[in-house]
């Protein structure tokens, strides 16, 4: 008789199968950090590889902020030649380098894990990487967004795949449900101290903000993860019509974008949101820094049709209504 699968196994194989995240031959980079999730993600994968058909290889960031930090990485290590993975990694003065760059720790600590895995990735040929968010770290994002202010792309939370190459086969998974997968396995995953500590927003939405919550809904992780798809869904569909209405109704030359007024304002003010991010994104590959107050200048700017008139958004971009038309023109 074959071995029932664990609850939190089950709810893996059912994540890549429902999102499509593996694919026979796929190569996946795996980020590990010795901690529960990513250790038990590390398991997985490796258990089920030959019925997902594809190979893995271990990559670990060693941020150098905690003084038992090397004995993670060593950890990882040692479990890597216990499973025959093949193990990459990377030392980083995390805090230092933020320092230096001006940005949070937080921040730069995830864009070097990132450029990590991409450099891995491309040695050693992998076309995945599989992270270990779980449905924890979903409802907190959720919620850091919400407070923050986001629209609804931040309320889309982290999703199962993104690019098609960022995968999460965890994220449908508790942090309780992760913990019991290690606890039945003897997997003795590092412990990461500064988890604990409200230092960081995220901490304090986990330690402090979620247990409050869960006296009204003790479900709330649950709840979140189907308001996130939810969110997805509709958002999906808001994004085919704003495709839809750029690739029928705008005019397109190197550097620029234009829209006829009139076919511009003749859209619900969702609609114009929307297509404003879509097309700034088109035309300088991201809307990093774009506020919604910005949008609204734009949206305004349309409606007011008085020609010649242009506002740089930007060091990137600007915008003119000059001929009965909308122009987003990059600055060179």
Do not use: W
Request: with cysteine; aromatic share 8%; charged share 30%.
């Amino acid at each position: 008789m074959a071995q029932r699968l664990d609850i939190l196994e089950e709810k893996f194989l059912n994540t890549i199968k429902e999102n499509n995240l593996i694919e026979p031959e796929d190569v996946i980079v795996v980020g590990v950090s010795g901690g529960p999730d990513s250790i038990s993600l590390l398991y997985c994968l490796n258990k089920f590889k030959k019925i997902l058909k594809c190979k893995i290889v271990c990559a670990h960031v060693n941020h150098l902020i905690r003084k038992d930090s090397t004995e993670d990485e060593e950890f990882v290590e040692n479990v890597c030649k216990e499973l025959k993975i093949d193990f990459y990694k990377k030392r980083v003065e995390i805090e230092k380098l933020a320092k230096d760059l001006k940005k949070g720790t937080e921040e730069t600590g995830r864009e070097v894990r990132y450029n990590f895995f991409d450099e891995v990735s491309e040695k050693v040929g992998a076309n995945k990487i599989a992270i270990a968010h779980n449905q924890n770290d979903n409802a907190e994002t959720m919620l850091l967004n919400l407070i923050r202010g986001t629209g609804l792309k931040g309320l889309e939370g982290i999703q199962p795949m993104e690019y098609g190459k960022y995968i999460r086969p965890f994220i449908n998974i508790s942090r309780e449900e992760i913990e019991n997968y290690c606890n039945k396995y003897n997997l003795k995953p590092r412990i990461d101290s500064t988890n604990k500590e409200n230092i960081y927003n995220r901490n304090i939405i986990r330690n402090e903000i979620l247990p409050l919550i869960k006296e009204i809904n003790p479900n709330v992780e649950q709840a979140l993860s189907r308001a996130s798809k939810i969110i997805k869904e509709e958002n999906d569909y808001i994004n085919e019509n704003v495709e839809k209405i750029f690739l029928e109704k705008s005019h397109t030359a190197v550097g620029e974008s234009s829209f006829y007024l009139k076919d511009f304002n003749n859209n619900s003010k969702t609609i114009k949101e929307n297509l404003v991010i879509y097309t700034i994104n088109k035309l300088i590959g991201t809307t990093r820094n774009i506020e919604k107050t910005n949008i609204d200048d734009i949206i305004k700017l349309a409606e007011n049709n008085i020609g010649n008139k242009f506002m740089e958004i930007n060091k990137k971009i600007k915008i003119l209504v000059k001929n009965k038309k909308i122009f987003f023109i990059t600055i060179n």
